[in-house]
């Protein structure tokens, strides 16, 4: 027993012997971190090839050492490399498809310190490919690209199909420059996120105003009528509507049946699947708030990829519009009104079908 308890004894020694070592070891190894957080503004949607500035801020220290910057970016850099954080370091893209695929990456800036612990952040961006015919990001419309039903808009193609006895465009508009007559000032339409490339996707989101000016000759903006028609055409109840009335059961057969670098637009719910059985190809572009004085760059945009919101040329009073939308969980088309100065919404055009 008493040689047991010197066992012990000497075992207790050691202990507190390393405890105390260890404790004067990590006291002596404690460095202080960083200040603040990393802050910087990386475009979350760019295209292949283009070319953006990555401008860095937000850490110091509490005795004012001087803070180093660097950054690596995927695809781009193997290493880190020192930066001026004001002057911002520059990332342009290659145009190689192999290099630079469609799809998700990273930019990571470091900030460093003598005598300080290092901080780290990490910003995602997205390469994306415009179009509309599934050989870009965009991919489920259905649309061919030697379909002869298009017309050539501010540059760009449009396709357009007869819905009953109609001919609506089958994906939004993202001209920048009025049609016809328009009085407003700047940027011609939001796009989300400011990144031009999702308005090639996803197209503009425009005010009463500017939807009202946006559709060429021959097209106009669709009324609640219209919308009617549209609506009897893809399976709702054959009958007189009232303006601002749900059309039931149409919402699954005119969403997309789309994918975005691979991802679903619309997600999967049985009483509104997309189904797209009438070539409308709806996409979830949400909806915009136009801020005072904003000229479109400033929009900011609500219920991206969960609804599809389209104005009507319907007014409500002298201040709103009728708009129509649906969702990604309701098998219904619905109305509401939005103010037209502020709201804004997608665009499809609509004209009568030609006399053969």
């Known amino acids: 027993?008493?040689?047991?308890?010197?066992?012990?004894?000497v075992l207790a020694v050691a202990a507190a012997a390393v405890a105390a070592f260890s404790c004067k070891k990590k006291s002596e190894e404690t460095i202080p971190s960083l200040a603040g957080g990393i802050y910087s503004e990386v475009p979350p949607y760019v295209e292949r090839g283009d070319a953006f500035t990555v401008k860095a801020s937000g850490i110091y220290t509490a005795e004012g050492e001087t803070v180093t910057y660097q950054i690596k970016v995927d695809s781009v850099q193997t290493s880190y490399v020192t930066f001026d954080p004001e002057a911002g370091f520059v990332v342009q893209l290659g145009t190689d498809e192999e290099k630079f695929p469609n799809g998700g990456y990273y930019v990571f800036i470091m900030a460093s310190a003598e005598g300080y612990y290092s901080s780290s952040a990490s910003f995602r961006f997205n390469i994306?490919?415009?179009?509309?015919?599934?050989?870009?990001?965009?991919?489920?419309?259905?649309?061919?690209?030697?379909?002869?039903?298009k017309i050539e808009v501010d540059d760009q193609d449009y396709y357009f199909k007869p819905i009953g006895d109609r001919e609506w465009l089958r994906h939004n508009l993202a001209v920048t420059e009025p049609q016809s007559e328009y009085t407003g000032e700047g940027i011609f339409?939001?796009?989300?996120?400011?990144?031009?490339?999702?308005?090639?996707v996803l197209g503009r989101s425009y005010t009463y105003e500017e939807a009202l000016?946006?559709?060429?000759?021959?097209?106009?903006l669709p009324t609640e009528e219209d919308w009617a028609a549209l609506a009897v055409a893809c399976g709702a109840e054959d009958k007189t509507y009232e303006t601002g009335e749900i059309f039931k059961g149409i919402a699954g057969p005119l969403k997309?049946?789309?994918?975005?670098?691979?991802?679903?637009?619309?997600?999967?719910?049985?009483?509104?699947?997309?189904?797209?059985?009438?070539?409308?190809?709806?996409?979830?572009?949400?909806?915009?708030e136009r801020r005072p004085?904003?000229?479109?760059?400033?929009?900011?945009?609500s219920d991206i990829m969960k609804y599809a919101v389209f104005w009507t040329a319907t007014e409500y009073d002298s201040d709103c519009a009728w708009y129509r939308f649906i969702t990604d969980i309701d098998?219904?088309?619905?109305?509401?009104?939005?103010?037209?100065?502020?709201?804004?919404?997608?665009?499809?055009?609509?004209?009568d079908v030609s006399e053969p």
């Open 331 to 351: 098998p219904d088309m619905h109305a509401d009104v939005g103010h037209k100065d502020s709201f804004g919404a997608s665009v499809r055009c609509v004209r």
């Open 213 to 220: 000016a946006a559709c060429p000759s021959g097209w106009r």
């Open 293 to 301: 004085g904003g000229d479109g760059q400033t929009d900011s945009f």
């Open 256 to 288: 997309a049946k789309a994918s975005l670098n691979g991802a679903e637009l619309w997600e999967f719910w049985p009483k509104s699947a997309a189904t797209d059985e009438f070539g409308f190809a709806a996409l979830p572009s949400g909806w915009s």
């Open 128 to 149: 994306i490919e415009p179009g509309v015919t599934g050989e870009g990001s965009l991919t489920g419309l259905g649309i061919d690209p030697s379909d002869p039903n």
């Open 1 to 9: 027993m008493k040689k047991m308890r010197s066992i012990i004894a």
């Open 189 to 200: 339409g939001g796009v989300y996120a400011n990144c031009p490339v999702m308005g090639e």
